[in-house]
């Protein structure tokens, strides 16, 4: 998947309540070409920037892993792109 693709599908998931592997549910959204990502549980948006969202794509695509242990080291918001990724 490309970051112009993964915009897209974040873009097509605006609105629509997401979970993430445990449950939690969340919504996404694009803001500067960059999704971020709403947690129910504060309401508060987060992100960690473009570069983040491209090393996890990366890392998706050597083999789809859906688990958040496996992209410690290149985003804080794993779980949330994996709950994108798997919807």
């Avoid at 915009?7 to 998931?13: E, F, I, M, W």
Wanted: hydrophobic share 35%; aromatic share 12%.
């Amino acid at each position: 998947m490309t970051y112009d693709e993964l915009l897209a599908k974040c873009r097509a998931l605006d609105g629509k309540t997401l979970q993430t592997k445990t449950g939690k549910p969340f919504r996404v959204g694009i803001f500067m070409d960059c999704p971020y990502f709403i947690p129910l549980s504060t309401g508060l948006g987060r992100s960690d920037g473009r570069k983040a969202a491209e090393r996890f794509l990366e890392r998706w695509n050597q083999g789809h892993s859906p688990k958040t242990s496996d992209y410690r080291d290149v985003t804080v918001n794993a779980s949330y792109f994996i709950g994108v990724m798997l919807d």
